[in-house]
């Protein structure tokens, strides 16, 4: 079960409900898009609130995406993607989290994929060496 409402750091840009854009949107920290939005929407680790009222058509690339309002197009999220009622997605959506509170709608395929990150290889006993042995022989 989801906590009441979408957890996001303060708001730093808001697209009121009368705005409309086309094209490329780049963004950092937290953005809240109440408006119609049609392109792509791009962020290295930031995160994307769909309002309620919000039309979005777009390909959107980010940390965290929370949607509330109608998204039609692909979500590829680096960390995790909420959907809360009355949120409805068309598309494709990929994350390590995803959640999708009762009264929210998803049509389309989805990928729960760990963030790739490099592992490290660790050993588990320091390798020994010719001197080594001599000396637990002794």
Do not use: W
């Not at 854009?21 to 609130?49: A, N, Y």
């Amino acid at each position: 079960m989801l906590k009441k409402g979408p957890k996001a750091d303060s708001i730093s840009t808001f697209l009121g409900p009368d705005a409309s854009v086309e094209g490329v949107l780049i963004f950092q920290g937290t953005i809240r898009l109440d408006g119609t939005i049609k392109g792509k929407i791009t962020s290295s680790g930031g995160t994307v609130i769909v309002g309620e009222q919000a039309v979005v058509d777009a390909e959107i690339t980010v940390g965290t995406a929370i949607v509330m309002g109608k998204l039609n197009g692909t979500i590829d999220a680096s960390d995790r993607i909420e959907v809360y009622p009355p949120g409805r997605i068309t598309g494709d959506i990929q994350a390590p989290v995803i959640a999708i509170e009762e009264g929210g709608l998803f049509n389309g395929h989805c990928t729960m994929a760990p963030r790739a990150e490099p592992v490290k290889k660790v050993k588990p006993f320091p390798e020994k060496t010719a001197s080594d042995a001599k000396t637990i022989a002794n």
